[in-house]
């Protein structure tokens, strides 16, 4: 973190105004990255970013860009980005990518401009309960009262995102504090180490694993490398099995790495999986249980007599964790199952779900970022890319859609010298296309990936799942709301539309010439993959 | 509103389920189309959609088009619509236009799915606070218990939302209310008449009218052509001048109406427009105020010595009002002064805004519905079009930009043998672009003009409004900020990428012809205007 001497303020400048004291805090925060969509409330702060170079803001046409932006970000970047939003309005177009970012414990810091204090009475059009808004997806919150609190309440803020595991913190900052003369910055209190769990939760879990069928489930940071090498350890020695949530935040996989499976988004895949199971250890993780209720059908994935215990939650140190459970089980030295490097493929032909998944694992390159939002045309990439060149994998953990496009983005601010590839539906794309633009304007090296079946595919096995019919038993005017072939989507002229360069391809040769060169040339591009 | 025997539905069909009982009471309580981006927890709403053909519900990609179409709807149709929205996040996607709606006092009712209310507490990734989230703009808020409430539960909702002056009413149904066996449906209580206002308040404004220069602004219902002549005659006797709010939600307008000024954006411009006026009366109106604060400057409008007389709150009956008032006067045979019709104009060459206006304003034909979120480009149209033949005029009430593409929407959906004419920004189009998916999709008769500066010109002037500098004050990293041409945006590419037909156009030559072509020929067009 940054010393407040360091940011290069000449004395001579006079007395900061509250914007620029909220920057200046955040710079020295280590919160130099800022994705916004400003407003007149916002425009000090605007105007102060000539001030302090050092704070990178980013524009983007949405606000929900912002927010799945900054999500991204934090998930690469392991420290929180800010987002700048517009009023109550302006935070409520963030607010489904904050819901995925609060299920996957990313650090975030809003700022939301709302009006001068005095004149909120007045109820113009603009005027909102801005608290109200962000109550249900602010860890923390806070009005600032005056110019002179603002930086005090940004310091407040960051500490708050950074508190294990990893928190949303939300500063409204009304017009007039930012435009009146504030005090001095204020500076960070240094993070608190995460808990280190009690040894009799390492002991019980050493129990458990010694005792039967036993599943590790693994979230969170332990889901890295080195973590993921002491859990394959684990595994070794005891037979458990290795697993990470279905809405996985972020996770380091690929050949010469410890690999695992991840909970299936289908009831009946996950209630097998765990069927033999007695016992569940949960890194991090929450325990596991379905997506949505189905009549008639369990909400927990877990047999009855099933334990479930919780070797670290999600703020305590679950790497350490793990290293003291494989020290007590004795497992330091034992050898991890690496997966082994994919067989080369070169899959043609016609479009298969099957064939996607191996032209994606094929191509996937060294270092890359993978945003997986492909839905169920792209099922089968995780198992098919186990294999694939080392890389990071990032999911949607909160379920809901228009996530990967603006995560890409905020991974590819985080990472500028990794190729990201973010694997998009077309229903899902659609909610946060805007993103395509920020892209563009930011030449991120993005690689966008299209599955356009042309449906809201999920809902006709989720129509049968709830026992409303499956395709068969329903009527045209229900299929009606699940198709969006009517018309075509043309995802080509969209993007080009936002100035990324795209292609459709309809056969699987075409689309690995594609996407092998897409990923090997550096800025954005997106392929249209007709399903 | 039908009763529920005439919504056919035999008796041997057995038991309705919460769902169908629900779509029942609406349409038996005259809610009869449905904006919808449903999800799992909504299938057994989408499934019955078969079984009551009288509900017309329209896909949506993209939860703040579902929001704007219904406001757009209402506010044509004098009904509410329905949304069906997807938990929480759902609900958040919406509530940008919901904000706008609420400003506009437009009658709406929300469906909301949640989780099986058992489901709720394991926590899965798309639990969410429903309740929390939908509170700030839901007037009436309620979570139906079981599915035998459900139909009573929606016919209150109905009630709500139609209550003077129309409210927002969002009904959460947990899964399974949705898919258990229901009761029968519910009757909506009928709409009380709204309030007459009593005769002191009249009187009080007869006397103001009497006593010195004053305004007349008037909203709601009291904007269409009866009621504005009726408050035309009394300008005319009083000398007052009538004055519509900046952010007005629906007025009739054009050649052979009662004309009226509309209260400026520009706070200058508002202050000059009253400084004169020793009195303003309100007609379902409130209290003429700065739509942002700016340092230094005042929040309210009028000035000190001016008195703000509320003739008529906007749940009462303004339209009785005025014509009591008009009664009282004397004023009930005045002869108003209608809007002489527009002289004919071809203005051509390079694109300027007067241009601009002098197009449109010769080319809205008859009867059309005008949706203006043209922002700085438009500024000059409401006045150049005063004697336009005779349409609806539709403004955004909130100042959450994103508005006009869902509107028209609705609003063509409302009134399906009427033109719609959407006059959109590139900055504010950006935000729910997917509206025009459903344009295409549902074949409406809306031509959308996209007025491309490539700006967020609005916010260069409020910068140097709010003291943080105007476009030679900024610095280039501020500017940026504000600049959404890098790239530009491809209006053509974005809309032929949704289904609709679109056209570039460089001189107003251009422009009329092709707007005077998409406007007279049926079915959806977009034509970008490059400022």
Same mark, same amino acid.
């Given at each position: 973190m940054k010393a407040p001497a360091a940011l290069d303020r000449p004395p001579s400048a006079g007395p900061m105004n509250g914007a620029e004291s909220?920057?200046?805090?955040l710079v020295g925060g280590g919160v130099d990255v800022c994705f916004a969509n400003p407003g007149t409330s916002e425009m000090h702060f605007v105007a102060a970013l000539d001030r302090v170079p050092a704070m990178h803001c980013i524009l983007a046409l949405f606000e929900g860009v912002c927010t799945g932006a900054a999500d991204g970000y934090a998930r690469m970047a392991d420290r929180p980005a800010a987002t700048l939003l517009h009023l109550g309005p302006g935070f409520a177009n963030g607010m489904a990518n904050l819901h995925n970012? /609060?299920?996957?414990?990313?650090? *975030?810091?809003?700022?939301?401009?709302?009006?001068?204090?005095?004149h909120r009475a007045y109820d113009s059009p603009l005027t909102s309960d801005v608290e109200g808004i962000a109550r249900p997806y602010s860890n923390w919150l806070r009005t600032s009262k005056s110019a002179t609190d603002v930086s005090g309440d940004a310091a407040t803020a960051i500490a708050a995102a950074r508190r294990a595991p990893g928190h949303i913190a939300t500063l409204i900052l009304p017009a007039n504090t930012a435009w009146s003369a504030a005090g001095d910055i204020a500076e960070v209190e240094p993070d608190e180490r995460r808990a280190i769990v009690a040894d009799a939760a390492v002991e019980r879990a050493a129990l458990l694993l010694r005792s039967g069928p036993a599943a590790i489930i693994v979230a969170g940071p332990a889901l890295r490398e080195g973590p993921l090498a002491t859990a394959g350890r684990i595994a070794t020695l005891t037979g458990a099995k290795i697993y990470a949530p279905y809405g996985m935040a972020r996770a380091e996989r690929g050949a010469g790495r410890v690999p695992f499976e991840r909970v299936p988004f289908s009831l009946d895949g996950a209630l097998a999986m765990f069927a033999q199971m007695r016992s569940i250890i949960l890194v991090g993780a929450t325990a596991p249980v379905a997506f949505f209720a189905y009549p008639g059908r369990p909400s927990v994935l877990t047999p009855d007599d099933c334990t479930v215990h919780v070797l670290s939650r999600p703020d305590e140190d679950g790497v350490a964790a793990l290293e003291a459970?494989?020290?007590? *089980?004795?497992?330091?030295? /034992?050898?991890?199952?690496?997966?082994?490097? *994919?067989?080369?493929?070169?899959?043609?032909?016609?479009?298969?779900?099957?064939?996607?998944?191996?032209?994606?694992?094929?191509?996937?390159?060294?270092?890359?970022?993978?945003?997986?939002e492909s839905q169920t045309s792209g099922r089968a990439i995780m198992t098919t890319s186990i294999g694939s060149a080392p890389h990071d994998y990032i999911c949607n953990t909160g379920g809901s859609i228009g996530y990967a496009l603006p995560v890409a983005v905020g991974a590819a601010v985080a990472c500028p010298d990794r190729p990201v590839l973010c694997l998009e539906a077309d229903g899902s794309g659609m909610y946060t296309l805007q993103a395509l633009w920020t892209i563009a304007r930011e030449n991120l090296n993005v690689t966008t990936v299209i599955m356009a079946n042309r449906k809201y595919q999920v809902?006709?096995?989720? /129509?049968?799942?709830?026992?409303?019919?499956?395709?068969?038993? *329903?009527?045209?005017?229900?299929l009606d709301m699940l198709e969006i072939g009517r018309p075509n989507l043309d995802w080509v002229a969209l993007a080009n539309g936002m100035g990324v360069p795209g292609e459709r391809v309809t056969t699987l040769d075409a689309f690995a010439a594609a996407l092998q060169r897409d990923l090997r040339e550096p800025g954005p591009a997106l392929i249209e993959v007709v399903v």
């Open positions: 909220l920057i200046r805090t970012a /609060s299920k996957a414990n990313t650090p *975030l810091v809003n700022v939301v401009g709302d009006h001068a204090t005095y459970l494989a020290e007590r *089980l004795g497992a330091r030295t /034992s050898a991890p199952g690496f997966a082994p490097a *994919l067989a080369p493929a070169s899959p043609q032909g016609p479009i298969t779900l099957p064939g996607i998944a191996a032209v994606v694992a094929a191509a996937i390159p060294q270092h890359a970022i993978v945003v997986d809902l006709i096995g989720e /129509s049968k799942n709830v026992g409303a019919g499956g395709v068969e038993a *329903l009527g045209p005017r229900a």
